[in-house]
């Protein structure tokens, strides 16, 4: 079965920017999750999906935004980009039910 | 204020001995902990989960020990092999429902595996 798959895996934007995430899912799962991760701050939730509608939210900003297909493929939307969304974007899937979730490669992200 | 702490960035080990990996709580509602390995590139690997009800789960190689009175659980990798060398993540969650479906990660832990 294919894992969870991220596109792009690198990206870079400027400032001011807005960028658009994608993630398909292992197939048969329905819910989706979102994490930043940064080296000072680890892996921080910022949103699941499940079944087309966000089921949790973690505590970033109204900038950041998620939506989820009928297939469970899922984007994530980053608008005015700053220089401190340069992160690493990963995008997980499970079941139905986390907590055990299974991570993409992640997408790259760099604002300059 | 953060809730899954992992107190060594860092630890090395000789081929063949233990490794073990700690990491701290401080949420009392969380009842599931979860242990992930990272590569560079790559994303988190699930490796191991615990239960809330249990105090011990093993998996080859790898057991996690849950201590729920000190909020404390450790990983422990016996033999450790040079291809363990890798960051470990501990996650934990709030309960198993949908309502309460992030994870909450630690910052990591480095380990290096010596030949």
């Known amino acids: 079965k294919a894992g969870v798959t991220q596109t792009p895996r690198y990206l870079i934007k400027t400032r001011g920017q807005q960028v658009t995430l994608s993630c398909s899912p292992i197939?048969?799962?329905?819910?989706v999750s979102w994490y930043q991760q940064t080296p000072g701050q680890g892996l921080q939730f910022l949103f699941e999906?499940?079944?087309?509608?966000?089921?949790n939210k973690g505590n970033f900003p109204g900038r950041f935004s998620g939506r989820q297909f009928s297939n469970s493929r899922s984007e994530m939307n980053v608008s005015t980009l700053e220089l401190g969304d340069s992160a690493l974007y990963l995008c997980?899937?499970?079941?139905?039910?986390?907590?055990?979730?299974?991570f993409g490669p992640g997408t790259r992200l760099t604002v300059t | 204020d953060q809730q899954v702490k992992q107190n060594s960035p860092s630890l090395s080990v000789q081929e063949g001995r233990i490794s073990i990996l700690n990491c701290d709580y401080t949420?009392?509602?969380?009842?599931?902990f979860l242990w992930y390995k990272k590569y560079p590139a790559e994303g988190p690997t699930f490796l191991i989960s615990?239960?809330?009800?249990?105090d011990k789960n093993e998996d080859g190689r790898f057991t996690v020990f849950l201590n729920k009175s000190a909020k404390h659980l450790s990983l422990h990798i016996v033999p450790s092999q040079p291809g363990d060398s890798a960051v470990y993540f501990c996650?934990?969650?709030?309960?198993?429902?949908?309502?309460?479906?992030?994870?909450?990660f630690g910052k990591g832990i480095t380990l290096s595996v010596r030949p």
């Open positions: 997980a899937s499970s079941l139905v039910v986390p907590p055990q979730q299974y």
């Open positions: 197939s048969g799962h329905r819910s």
């Open positions: 999906y499940f079944s087309e509608t966000q089921r």
């Open positions: 949420n009392s509602m969380f009842d599931y």
């Open positions: 615990i239960s809330s009800i249990k």
């Open positions: 996650a934990a969650s709030a309960g198993e429902t949908g309502a309460n479906s992030k994870l909450t």
